[in-house]
T-cell receptor, first 109, second 114 residues
């Protein structure tokens, strides 16, 4: 069965510190992985996807098929990064999307 | 970016009544939309996949007669919670999929059943 696991419900770091939000997945085929972010009082929005290999707002994520992970990283966290982050998985035809339980990132000044 | 509008954002109803929630893609056509349910401090639970012009595909454990989904046009999907009960109170979120695979989310609808 498809599953996305985000082991941390809450992650608190100080401004300027590195941050890594963990995501592990299980999927029988070739997955498409995404990170979605939800800022306070806003709707969910796409942060990045693994196939684009972009760095968005300083965040990167590498798909590690051996470890079945797609951890989100940023070398220097900013206060405006405080938000809920959801890791999501889809098949290559994007016919379904499954979300992890989310990690709340709190960046302290 | 693309915009998805969900309406109503909040609804309160009496037990036993039915409630309809609309999800519209405002500036793109979406052959596929998804309906999620989110419990407090929990993740989004996929309820069903709504396909334009065909029947929705429901996830295991989701009652199709309870949660009616209609996707009659390329820009509109509706979720009707029939004979609502207090346990149906939740936050319902829709998303529309672009051809690129990117999802655009509605703002969510909070249903409270008294």
């Amino acid at each position: 069965a498809q599953r996305v696991t985000q082991p941390e419900k809450l992650l608190s770091v100080f401004k300027g510190a590195p941050v890594e939000l963990k995501c592990n997945y299980s999927y029988s085929g070739s997955p498409e992985l995404f990170w979605y972010v939800q800022y306070s009082r806003q709707r969910l929005q796409l942060l990045l996807r693994h196939i684009s290999r972009e760095s968005i707002k300083g965040f990167t994520a590498d798909l590690n098929k051996g470890e079945t992970s797609f951890h989100l990283k940023k070398p220097f966290a900013q206060e405006e990064d405080s938000a809920m982050y959801y890791c999501a998985l889809s098949g290559q035809n994007f016919n379904k999307f499954y979300f992890g339980s989310g990690t709340k990132l709190n960046v302290k000044p | 970016g693309a915009v998805v509008s969900q309406h109503p954002s909040r609804v309160i109803c009496k037990s036993g009544t039915s409630v309809k929630i609309e999800c519209r893609s405002l500036d793109f056509q979406a052959t596929t939309m998804f309906w999620y349910r989110q419990f407090p401090k929990q993740s989004l639970m996929l309820m069903a996949t709504s396909n334009e012009g065909s029947k929705a595909t429901y996830e295991q454990g989701v009652e199709k007669d309870k949660f009616l989904i209609n996707h009659a046009s390329l820009t509109l999907s509706t979720l009707t919670v029939t004979s609502a009960h207090p346990e149906d109170s939740s936050f319902y979120i829709c998303s529309a999929r672009q051809n690129t695979g990117e999802l655009f989310f509605g703002e969510g609808s909070r249903l409270t059943v008294l």
